[in-house]
C-alpha cells in the first residue's frame, strides 16, 4: 500500500491510472521478496540486496514516466485531433462550411461532420472518424486502447463536447438530403486543436 500510494503521483490523471500504479507495486513487491530470498541464501550481501532494490525502484518510476508520457500522447482526444487534421489537409476528409474555399465540391473527399454556425459547433458525423482511428491504427500496427464511448467521455471531460439537448449528448442533423447522428464539438476548441487558424493564416 505504501509503494502504491507513493506511485499514484506519478499517474495523476491518467485513466487506468490506479491499475497502472497496482501493477507495477505488486512487480516492486516480488521484486524484493526476490532478493531477500537471495540475501537468505548468502548469494547477496546486505549492500548488495539494497543496491538492486535502489535500483529497480528507480526503474519503476522512471517506465512510469515514460508509459504515462505515451498514454497522454495517446489520449482519445489527441488522436482524434490528429488524424482529422491530417485527413482535412490530405483531401480525404471534409468538413462542409470549415474551409469554404478548398472544400471539394464535387464530394470526393469523404464528408465526417458540418459546421453549424448559428450554435458555434461542429456537428461531427462521431462513426466516420472513428473508423478513420481504427483504420490508422490496423495500419500501423498499434493497439486501439479506447472504445468510441471512451472517446466522447474524453471529449465532453475536457470541456469539447456540448450537449446537444437537456440529457442528449448526439443528434441527427441534416446534410444534402440525409440524416446522421452526430456530436456537437465546440468550434473555437475544435479549430485550435487541428490547428484550423494555422492553416487560414498559410491561405492568406
Known amino acids: 500500500m ?3 500510494k507513493e ?3 506519478y ?3 491518467v485513466p487506468n491510472g490506479l491499475r497502472i500504479v497496482s501493477n507495477w507495486a505488486l512487480n516492486n513487491t516480488g521484486f524484493i521478496l526476490f532478493v531477500r530470498f537471495l540475501k537468505s541464501l548468502n548469494v547477496l550481501t546486505a549492500d548488495e540486496e539494497r543496491g538492486m532494490v535502489e535500483e529497480y525502484d528507480e526503474i519503476v518510476k522512471s517506465n512510469l514516466v515514460n508509459l504515462v508520457q505515451e498514454l497522454k500522447n495517446h489520449r482519445p482526444m489527441e488522436v482524434l485531433f490528429d488524424i482529422i ?5 490530405k483531401g480525404n476528409v471534409q468538413i462542409v462550411g470549415l474551409n469554404p474555399s478548398k472544400e471539394n465540391n464535387e464530394y470526393k473527399a469523404k464528408v465526417i461532420g458540418k ?3 448559428q ?3 461542429i456537428a461531427l458525423f462521431h462513426r466516420e472518424p472513428f473508423r478513420l482511428i481504427k483504420k490508422y491504427f490496423q495500419d500501423t500496427g498499434k493497439d486501439l486502447r479506447f472504445t468510441i464511448e471512451e472517446l466522447r467521455n474524453d471529449l465532453e471531460g475536457r470541456g469539447i463536447l456540448e450537449r446537444a439537448g437537456e440529457k442528449r449528448k448526439s443528434a441527427q442533423v441534416r446534410l444534402r438530403g440525409d440524416r446522421f447522428q452526430a456530436w456537437f464539438l465546440n468550434m473555437a476548441e475544435f479549430k485550435k486543436h487541428c490547428c484550423i487558424e494555422d492553416w487560414e493564416k498559410e491561405d492568406e
Open 119 to 121: 450554435k458555434g459547433v
Open 115 to 117: 459546421v453549424m454556425d
Open 11 to 13: 499517474v495523476e490523471g
Open 7 to 9: 506511485l499514484e503521483s
Open 85 to 89: 487534421s491530417t485527413e482535412i489537409r
Open 2 to 4: 505504501e509503494k502504491m
